[in-house]
């Protein structure tokens, strides 16, 4: 991508946004990368960077693990490795082992369903392959200190078997010498060290001729002396050579692993090189995450459509001064090509156009922007801006003929692949003249097709937004009750320079306000005032259809409850019927057992009676269970019978005892009772029955049956 002038990332603050993603990055690979950030002008690397970005942020987002932690920067290790003839240290060869295994986590990470969540990440290690053969080579030499390992060949076994009992003698022989030293009074506190590699013992400088051997020092007091006793030279001697053939057995041994693993010296660069990319990915995601960030809509043409846009610096500055920051809106197309932005000093004019072009860069460098996600971003080749005033990093007060000289550079060398931003267009000459030639220069961006954004306070510069095809209006809004500016930008309309509301705020002499006033051709006055008028107004509709759709979404709001009420209704009562349903079935299906109970019942005592009455006193019972036609009718005469015989007394129930049976109001007499039932005889017929559906009864006095008994 092609700036002018090429200072214009700076004036934009791109550099800004660089240094946070520097400071997330780990590795060496990753903060060279983010300070050399790339600006791309092809939608398929663009859109590979973002998705890349935007999926990351969802793991770190979703809370979940991926495989980066080591922070490797081993570009001297690796180049080391590739020179014929060098050896890597046993240290050196545990990082490259954490690079291979840090791998390893990758492409296990990258399983199936991963591969498809995360297309794009999944993407950094397409070209690759794992090979487990380079841990397989680093583990049979070395342990996880990155020592040799003693079975790493025959001859360091040997070396460090004949090492270890060596200092075992040589042990046991200084100890037995300290002590016989020690009961002699000679040695000192410290009693034992090494010196020169060698092992030592500790005396009195003053005893130091008492003991053969051989005087390897004195301490700094001149009162201790390190000597190495005679007894223990030759073993000292022989455990100075296994030492240095062992050192020489392990060089042998890490030249020849080195020779071994340096055949996949390119391919550990190349894990090198994807280990950096996943710091430098997820470095671009954690600044998403703190500028909100999302991945918006990307077209291969000249469009510009900010939905919900912040400028992520503000945004960030806001946070920290726990202050809101204000969106803009924004949406240039083929067919409005150039916004032309008015309105008060202060007001946000310069901090829209910055936002624009930065979040413009920052898609085309790979980067999520602080935007609503349905907003959409087209791709330019070129970007000019002309930014003269302090709102800038780099503060350049610009004469007139600079002026020119930017424009005279935009006109001849703008496409439809450009993207301009000029603050000020017409500044620094007679509004009249400077106005004119601003009119002209408009134009011709507009005949080159170009994209950009103008601020100005020139008034013949909004009339000709509202005139002429491409160019739309864009006013900055301002609180004229409270003197304020609102930072809102509103798109349709110019907006006034609120020149003497700016005065009164600032507590200008009303008589000076005054006589500027007349000063003022009328006519601009005049529509300078209508603007203002004109904005008020645009306001208290905005603040009106504010409370529209506020009361619209509460009457939604109302209407989902009463219709989620009468939901709730309509399932109560279908319960309820259910419920109906359901207790009329368990009512007939017990009645059909009882019907059962008592059929079988008749069937026995049928082949228990011989007795012909008695069989008729069967058959009666049958057809009244089986026709209840009369049943209603027969249970009334039972119970007025049953009532005019018996008094229901109630009270225990005990072998003997007439009782009523509550279901079919006959008496019978208990023969036997079972827990929480009775064994009744019912004429001939012995039933049982539940205790609840029985009550005790009494003959009643002068009853016809207790006058035929006496």
């Not at 058959?619 to 249970?635: D, G, S």
Request: proline letters at 3%; glycine letters at 6%; a neutral charge.
């Amino acid at each position: 991508m092609k700036f002018f002038p090429g200072s214009a990332l700076v004036q934009l603050e791109f550099d800004k946004v660089k240094a946070l993603l520097v400071e997330h990055c780990k590795s060496v690979y990753a903060k060279e990368k983010a300070e050399e950030l790339r600006i791309h002008t092809r939608k398929e690397f663009i859109e590979l960077e973002l998705r890349q970005s935007h999926e990351y942020k969802l793991i770190v987002q979703h809370g979940q693990y991926f495989p980066n932690d080591h922070v490797l920067n081993l570009n001297r290790d690796l180049k080391l490795l590739g020179i014929p003839g060098a050896v890597l240290t046993g240290d050196q060869f545990m990082q490259v082992r954490k690079l291979a295994d840090s791998m390893q986590s990758i492409f296990r990470w990258f399983d199936n369903d991963r591969r498809l969540a995360y297309p794009a990440l999944s993407k950094v290690i397409a070209e690759t392959y794992f090979e487990k053969t380079i841990l397989t080579m680093i583990d049979e030499v070395l342990d996880e200190s990155g020592v040799v390992k003693d079975d790493a060949s025959e001859e360091l076994a040997n070396i460090r078997l004949s090492l270890y009992r060596r200092r075992n003698e040589l042990r046991r022989m200084f100890d037995r010498i300290v002590k016989n030293l020690g009961k002699q009074g000679y040695v000192a506190d410290i009693e034992e060290a090494f010196l020169n590699g060698r092992r030592v013992v500790a005396v009195f400088a003053e005893q130091k001729r008492q003991v053969k051997g051989i005087l390897h020092g004195e301490s700094d007091t001149r009162k201790t002396a390190f000597i190495e006793p005679e007894e223990t030279i030759e073993l000292n001697n022989d455990i100075f050579a296994l030492e240095n053939e062992e050192s020489r057995e392990v060089y042998r041994i890490l030249r020849e692993l080195t020779a071994r693993v340096s055949v996949y010296a390119a391919l550990l660069r190349t894990y090198h090189d994807i280990l950096g990319e996943y710091d430098f990915i997820r470095a671009k995601a954690r600044l998403a995450v703190d500028v909100n960030g999302n991945f918006p809509l990307l077209s291969d043409k000249s469009v510009i459509k900010l939905v919900d846009a912040y400028h992520p610096l503000l945004y960030l500055y806001n946070i920290r001064a726990q202050k809101p920051t204000i969106p803009t809106n924004i949406y240039l197309n083929e067919k409005d090509r150039i916004l032309v932005i008015s309105g008060p000093n202060a007001g946000g004019k310069t901090v829209t156009m910055k936002t624009a072009g930065l979040l413009q860069i920052m898609i085309q460098a790979g980067l999520l922007v602080p935007v609503h996600p349905t907003s959409e971003f087209g791709i330019f080749k070129q970007m000019m801006i002309h930014i003269g005033d302090t709102q800038s990093l780099e503060f350049e007060l610009s004469t007139y003929s600079s002026h020119l000289k930017h424009m005279k550079h935009m006109i001849e060398n703008a496409n439809g692949r450009t993207l301009f931003f000029i603050d000020e267009l017409g500044s620094g000459s007679d509004p009249n003249l400077g106005g004119s030639f601003a009119e002209v220069i408009m134009e011709e961006l507009v005949k080159k097709h170009a994209l950009g954004i103008v601020t100005t306070h020139y008034l013949n510069l909004k009339v000709m937004g509202n005139k002429t095809p491409g160019i739309v209006n864009g006013a900055m809004a301002f609180d004229e009750v409270n003197l304020l500016p609102l930072y809102k930008l509103i798109i349709g309309k110019p907006g006034s320079s609120y020149t003497f509301s700016i005065a009164e705020r600032i507590g200008l002499s009303p008589e000076l306000i005054a006589r500027a006033r007349k000063l003022v051709d009328e006519d601009h006055f005049r529509l300078d005032k209508l603007l203002n008028r004109t904005e008020q107004d645009l306001r208290e509709v905005e603040k009106k259809e504010k409370e529209l759709n506020k009361a619209l979404r509460e009457n939604e709001r109302m209407r989902k409850e009463m219709e989620a009420l009468m939901n709730k209704e309509r399932h109560h009562q279908q319960v309820e019927l259910l419920k109906h349903q359901n207790k009329i079935t368990e009512d007939r299906i017990a009645y059909l057992k009882d019907m059962e109970r008592k059929l079988k019942q008749i069937v026995l005592d049928w082949r228990k009676t011989e007795v012909t009455e008695d069989r008729k006193e069967l058959i009666k019972q049958l057809q009244i269970l089986l026709f209840k036609q009369n049943q209603q009718h027969a249970n009334e005469k039972v119970k007025k019978k049953i009532g005019s015989k018996y008094d229901q007394v109630g009270g225990e129930i005990v072998v003997g005892n007439k009782v009523l049976m509550k279901k079919n109001h006959q008496v019978g007499e208990v023969k036997e009772i079972r827990g929480k039932k009775a064994v009744v005889q019912l004429g001939l017929m012995p039933i049982t029955v539940d205790l609840s559906d029985l009550v005790v009864v009494a003959e009643k006095e002068g009853s016809e049956e207790l006058k035929t008994k006496k």
